[in-house]
């Protein structure tokens, strides 16, 4: 009966598992050769200088230029796309290491691929689930939620309304939602164990943490900043984008072409009080009227800013919650979960593989299935993670998952240049600290997902983050 009540609340969450998260790299053109011979040569005046070639910086900078204005972004990979990533695998085709998936409500994302001309791939989600714990395994068909867990989920989103998109830190009763976890919430209201079990999903699913480290306030933000547990559990993942996600930031790139370089991780930027900026990085220096910084505030700590940061915005940086991701993309040479009717998507509590999805490339030319695998995984070595890893692959779907054609990973916890996927925040910082996390601080302005109240900490939120940025430089270049 135990173990039955657990296949049945892995099974209940199958849904919201949907929304887990995951590089050959795609080279652009650049400004400049990577050696550092010309790099150190490299002096630029600009108006505006963009650190960091992910989505938000690469929007960012393409309202720029396209306003007329002289830009120069700069990243410390030797790629475009950070969190997006796509990943060749036989046959000539790409999966995502990083974000992939985005849905109909996304309207900046869903735009911006019909311009550049990258099609959707839709998620196949058709079929049983399969879910494997304590050596048994069973299959389920995709559930809907309990009149109690809708009841708590539209409870949770009634309170987010109180949460000021642009300004969550501004809430009534901002400090007293932020001093408390959202199982704090739970336990206080007296939330059943299969509801705060869906709620815990939710937040596993999406911010990769749980109800225990997760700030409420912080929590109703990012409900109402999706658009409710529906949106959140199922509207964003709709689609894949054929070729992989980096293709929009290659594409953008490919646009901006001279005016991206790579290899220059900024180390220092000087004088945002002051009439100018200047950015030095390892490819050289850049001076700028105005300077945006597009990328999670916990990877803004490795830039020294001088003066010093105000406090607050300081205080945000070095305390920003960070989650990790691992996922890992195994190929065969076609769907074979398909013709026994599985969709691909499966649970294991095994401590390897936590969920799989079906990844197939539109033309269904080989089978791919994608894993999220436990960060713990990373202390194997290599030949026995993946080991470790088709076993449990096979336990779910049997012993042709044996025999893959292709196996390949994506470990972000190996980054340098990426601390986390997503942005979990504890209790106590969004109150405290938060009204710095978009306020432009003297001549930086500040992007990144993170900084969208729309879709924050997905791609749609990076893509309206750049241009929110975007906007608010070219306002304040009018008076400069
Ligand atoms: C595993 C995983 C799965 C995900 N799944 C999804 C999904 O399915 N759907 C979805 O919508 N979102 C998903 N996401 C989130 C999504 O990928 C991100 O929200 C989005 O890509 C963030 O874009 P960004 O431009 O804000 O930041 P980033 O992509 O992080 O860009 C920041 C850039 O700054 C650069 N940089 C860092 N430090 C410096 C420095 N000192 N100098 C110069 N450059 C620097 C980095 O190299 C990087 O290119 C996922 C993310 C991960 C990692």
Known sequence: MKLLNRIGAMASISRRFLLKWPAATYAVSVLGARDGSAHSRMRRDVDVAIVGAGLSGLCAARLLARAGRSVLVLDARDRVGGRTLNQRIIGNRWVDGGGQWIGGSQTRVMALADELGIQRVPQYTTGLGVAYANGTRITFERDTPSAETLRIQVMLENLSRQVPLDAPWNAAEAALLDAQSVADWLQANNVGAEASQAVAATIGTTLSA???????????????????????????????????????????????????VLGAPVRRIKGWCSDSVLLHSDAGTVRARRAIVAMMPRDMQRIDFTPALPRNRDALQRHWGASSGFKVHIVFDRPFWRDQGLSGIGFMDSGGVEVTFDSTPADGAVGVLLAFVNPAASRLSAAARRERIIEDVSKLFGEQARAPLDYVEQDWTRETWTAGCVSPQPPGLISSSGSALKAPTGRIHWAGTETSGVWCGYIEGAIRAGERAAAEVLEQLAFD
């Open 210 to 260: 749980s109800p225990e480290n997760t700030s409420l306030l912080w929590f109703l933000f990012y409900l109402r900043s999706a658009g409710g547990f529906a949106e959140l559990n199922d509207g964003a993942q709709q689609h894949r984008l054929e070729g992989g996600a980096q293709s929009l930031s290659v594409r953008l790139a490919e646009e901006l072409a001279g005016s991206v």
